[in-house]
């Protein structure tokens, strides 16, 4: 790898990493709110084109996670349904509602900070994300403020442990 790969590299980590922390700031919305946690922001040419946080108890909808908020936000903004320029970065590994709406969008790749070993579906239970089998592939890249991104969801549910002994 040359100097001028490995400066380009750098620069797409630095990059991954601000989105990532704009993802966290919509995680902490949802977390003040007593939302699990999650952001999500979509970017399409280096600019923000959507952001949300996860809502589904507050709207009392299955279907209000902040991924498929962000998808939504994105298509409106877009005025199209296809997302295939636009990078997703998502605080925690999505589910397989999400990674299924993410594919259909035909997302570009996906960002992902914690991985979620009992529900993710982009590589900790199932990679719908990377199947061969469908018609489009999304690009992975795992573990961006994962440390920041996994704090955020553990603390919550160690607050939401406490109250519960209360």
């Not at 990059?15 to 999500?40: F, R, T």
């Not at 908020?69 to 999400?98: H, N, S, V």
């Not at 990377?130 to 961006?144: A, K, L």
Request: aromatic fraction near 4%.
């Amino acid at each position: 790898m040359g100097i001028m790969d490995k400066f380009e590299e750098n620069r797409e980590i630095k990059k991954d990493e601000k989105y990532m922390k704009m993802a966290l700031k919509e995680a902490q919305k949802a977390a003040d709110i007593n939302e699990v946690p999650i952001g999500c922001v979509i970017v399409r040419n280096d600019k923000v084109i959507a952001k949300a946080y996860n809502k589904r108890n507050t709207e009392k909808n299955v279907l209000a996670h902040a991924e498929l908020l962000a998808i939504k936000q994105a298509c409106k903004k877009t005025g199209d349904w296809r997302l295939e320029d636009c990078t997703m970065y998502i605080t925690l590994e999505p589910c397989q509602m999400c990674s299924g709406a993410m594919v259909q969008a035909r997302l570009k790749r996906a960002v992902i900070g914690a991985m979620n070993k009992k529900a993710g579906c982009a590589g900790s239970v199932l990679n719908i994300l990377q199947m061969q089998e469908f018609n489009h592939q999304v690009d992975v890249t795992r573990g961006v403020l994962e440390t920041e991104c996994s704090e955020v969801i553990s603390k919550f549910f160690a607050d939401l442990r406490e109250s519960d002994k209360q």
